[in-house]
């Protein structure tokens, strides 16, 4: 996250309203609760990830073993089997 200084991007009255309350500190803005994105949206890791499990489930319908995945994953027997069973 990269600090930006008030005065550069808040209308004055803003800005002097904001020293009211706080000043020389840091203050973080939320995003709407609308507009805020699930983990690994932004990146695409979430995806990535949807993908992967995917594979995994193919791979074990085509008799391929738990302990196989695992490896060829690097996921725990554990992982790979709460991602088989997962609806």
Same mark, same amino acid.
């Given at each position: 996250? @990269? ?12 800005? @002097?309203?904001l ?5 020389g ?10 507009q805020? @994105? ?5 990146s695409g890791y ?11 489930k ?13 490896e060829k ?8 089997? @709460?991602?088989?069973y997962?609806?």
């Open positions: 996250m @990269k600090y930006l200084n008030a005065k550069t991007i808040l209308p004055d009255a803003l800005v @002097k309203e020293q009211n309350y706080i000043q500190g840091y203050l973080y803005i939320p995003v709407e609760q609308e805020q @994105k699930r983990w690994g949206e932004v979430r995806q990535e990830l949807t993908l992967r499990n995917r594979q995994i193919k791979d074990y319908q085509n008799g391929v073993s738990i302990d196989r995945i695992g994953y690097s996921l725990s027997c554990y992982a790979v089997r @709460k991602i088989i997962q609806k």
